[in-house]
């Protein structure tokens, strides 16, 4: 058997259990299943496939839930897996070098989150902290939990890349158990912030709650709260908080107010998503060649966490200005660059 451990914590996911396990099953290796509370035919299904089944307590803490399962496992390297993510692609013999090399560190895996946007399946890429020894780590936070050390004195945390892809579903559920979620979120953030007050990265969270319920009012708020810490402007969430906030702004048609981030400009222009973001901040306020200046800078950019953003969602807004501009030939020509996005379609249509 492979020396790792699966470990998954669950509650309600009949309708993903089994694409989430399935795919595990092929490899020889531990799978820890531990059930919060389900009401459904998740631990009947999980059972097919996990060789432990347990039963965790629900205490509104999904790290005591994690720490639990970590707890059951007959090894010490750890690999936590959620019920919504499912195995895309894999390379088994470089993740056991790769933990071998970094037996103090944190294997970071790629995951692709999709969710519903401009009427087409989006994707978001992150990095998310999910292989490592329970020597030396374990999982602190009441949600959003991350992976923390034991022993800070004696050990640094570090992170390494591992050959691993997974593909996300949970935020692109039907509009009421995205509500529920959201709201289960939100409360538990909420909680976290009387401990926590000044943790810009729980009103970050927050902030991510709200959007996920196009509540963009409370997200701009939330937002706008993080970022009035002194954050540092190379961590993911900080730039993922910036083009939350920048298009909250633009939902609530405050684009002369999100021209203000142009005076953070420098710290964050390093992805495809900010420039495309800053293009669609001053193509919203009329400045079209400065718009367009970005979106050029977009296509050139190969650091991007959403699909699209170095592609087809630039090209558009060029083929776009173009057409404002009447240069209806150019436009056409960057609308075919779009692909089978479908207001880039739309266009085409329009102008033949």
């Keep these: 058997m492979l020396p790792i451990s699966i470990c998954i914590i669950t509650k309600n996911e009949e309708q993903n259990i089994e694409n989430c396990l399935?795919?595990?099953?092929?490899?020889?290796?531990?799978?820890?299943?531990?059930?919060?509370?389900?009401?459904?035919?998740?631990k009947d299904i999980a059972g097919k496939y996990a060789d432990k089944v347990l039963d965790f307590v629900w205490c509104d803490d999904f790290s005591a839930a994690r720490n639990y399962s970590i707890e059951q496992?007959?090894?010490?390297?750890?690999?936590?897996?959620?019920?919504?993510?499912?195995?895309?692609?894999?390379?088994?013999?470089?993740?056991?070098?790769?933990?071998?090399?970094h037996p103090t560190s944190v294997g970071l895996l790629s995951r692709e989150n999709h969710y519903q946007m401009n009427g087409t399946d989006s994707i978001y890429v992150d990095l998310v902290e999910r292989l490592f020894s329970r020597k030396y780590y374990h999982y602190e936070g009441i949600i959003h939990e991350q992976v923390r050390l034991l022993d800070t004195e004696r050990y640094s945390y570090g992170t390494y890349q591992i050959p691993l892809i997974l593909n996300h579903s949970g935020y692109s559920g039907s509009e009421g158990s995205m509500r529920e979620k959201a709201l289960?979120?939100?409360?538990?953030?909420?909680?976290?912030?009387?401990?926590?007050?000044?943790?810009?990265?729980?009103y970050f969270q927050i902030g991510q709650a709200y959007n996920m319920i196009h509540d963009d009012e409370n997200a701009c708020l939330y937002y706008s709260k993080g970022l009035s810490y002194d954050v540092d402007p190379a961590a993911e969430y900080v730039q993922m908080m910036v083009i939350g906030y920048g298009y909250a702004l633009l939902h609530l048609d405050r684009a002369e107010e999100a021209l203000g981030l142009s005076g953070i400009y420098d710290a964050f222009a390093v992805s495809a998503d900010f420039f495309t973001l800053m293009g669609l901040i001053y193509l919203r306020n009329g400045q079209y060649m400065k718009a367009l200046l970005e979106f050029v800078k977009a296509l050139s950019c190969n650091n991007v966490h959403v699909v699209g953003a170095n592609s087809f969602i630039p090209s558009y807004n060029i083929g776009l200005?173009?057409?404002?501009?009447?240069?209806?030939?150019?436009?056409?020509?960057?609308y075919k660059k779009c692909g089978d996005f479908p207001m880039a379609l739309e266009k085409i249509q329009e102008l033949k």
């Design 22 to 42: 399935k795919p595990l099953r092929t490899y020889d290796w531990e799978i820890i299943v531990v059930d919060t509370g389900s009401t459904d035919r998740t």
């Design 73 to 101: 496992a007959s090894y010490d390297t750890i690999l936590f897996i959620d019920s919504d993510e499912y195995l895309q692609e894999i390379d088994i013999e470089a993740i056991l070098r790769l933990a071998k090399q």
């Design 184 to 202: 289960r979120n939100i409360s538990l953030l909420e909680k976290d912030l009387e401990t926590h007050p000044d943790n810009p990265y729980t």
């Design 321 to 334: 200005i173009n057409e404002m501009m009447g240069d209806k030939e150019a436009a056409l020509m960057h």
